[in-house]
């Protein structure tokens, strides 16, 4: 007869409650819980806690799975370890990350015809009168929009909630993202427009809707969604390689690009930008600059730093 493997679910919601209520939460962790929780009973059904030998086994890399994928894979069991290590239910090692791969992926530089060609497929989508195709033709042109004329991370735009959206003002909060960074974007003129716009037709269709951005059945769209959103309607008009992540490289370049000979208020830009992008720091807004064509001869003559002090070695993609 098998022993109770209940603990690791009990522990498991308590973990959850606590993240909840403390606003820490990511409702992509719970999936990653249970399919752990579904191994550890599988496998170890004769345990009735957790062991070191569950946790070790789960978290070795598996075959052909990238430093980055592990990392995203494990992040929860770290977190929900250290939560059961301080209250004394378990005293287990905790696994670390492995150190990212170095990203070899150079940015597609758009063109203006390109974006054009983006947003026109984007904004001619046929439709029927199901609920999921109307919510998609309302969503799509203006989810890559939002992407475009704010740098905003995909992740970030996906869990956008309809309260962190102040259409009054035009500023979105962004509570947690990258390293739990709270940062907040100013949408321009036109952007709040559309979203104003977004905003009272999609509360046509689902008017009781948690996210800013939601899918039929009143959730948010996963990672995997966005990718080939954008992949099809990109590669309807246009012939070359880009990925949605590009969308946050361009708004970043182009607004490098609108400080040449501005003189020394680049420092001040570039400030307002790293925060605006939700940057951990200045540093990470500075492995732009490596990417413009002639920004470092640019900066010689209006700044009195070397380039090589301005932009530090980056060892992996943002």
């Given amino acids: 007869m098998t022993k109770n493997t ?25 999936s990653s819980l249970k399919t752990f929780e579904n191994y550890c009973q599988k496998n170890f059904q004769y345990c009735n806690e957790l062991t070191q030998e569950m946790v070790d086994t789960w978290c070795i890399k598996r075959k052909n799975e ?4 592990y990392n995203s894979r494990i992040s929860v069991i770290i977190a929900f370890l250290k939560y059961t290590n301080s209250r004394h239910i378990t005293n287990l090692n905790v696994p670390s990350h492995l150190k990212p791969e170095k990203n070899t992926y150079i940015p597609h530089a758009f063109t203006e015809k390109e974006l054009n060609n983006f947003f026109y497929a984007c904004d001619h989508i046929e439709s029927n009168n199901s609920m999921s195709s109307l919510t998609l033709k309302l969503t799509i042109p203006i989810f890559f929009r939002l992407l475009y004329s704010t740098g905003m991370r995909t992740t970030e735009a996906r ?3 309809k309260e962190d959206v102040d259409l009054e003002n035009g500023i979105i909060s962004i509570k947690k993202s990258k390293g739990n960074n709270q940062h907040y974007i100013v949408l321009d003129d036109l ?6 716009k977004y905003n009272q ?3 046509l269709l689902l008017p009781n809707r948690t996210y800013f951005f939601p899918t039929k059945k009143n959730s948010f769209y996963s990672n995997r969604w966005v990718s080939d959103t954008f992949k099809k309607y990109w590669s309807k008009y ?20 609108s400080w040449i000979n501005k003189g020394i208020e680049v420092n001040d830009k570039l400030y307002y930008l790293s925060k605006s992008m939700g940057h951990s720091s200045v540093e990470s807004t500075k492995y732009y600059y490596s990417l413009i064509p002639r920004m470092s001869d640019i ?20």
Avoid: G
């Fill in 159 to 161: 869990l956008l909630k």
């Fill in 299 to 318: 900066f010689e003559n209006q700044i009195n730093d070397s380039f090589e002090s301005l932009v530090p070695e980056v060892k992996d993609y943002e």
């Fill in 238 to 257: 246009n012939d070359s390689y880009a990925i949605p992540y590009d969308l946050r490289h361009h708004y970043a370049i182009t607004n490098i690009n």
């Fill in 201 to 203: 037709e999609i509360n």
């Fill in 6 to 30: 209940s603990f690791i679910k009990d522990n498991i919601y308590d973990f959850i409650k606590y993240r909840k209520s403390s606003n820490c939460w990511n409702v992509s962790y719970e």
């Fill in 66 to 69: 990238m430093n980055k994928s």
């Fill in 191 to 196: 952007m709040k427009e559309y979203l104003i």
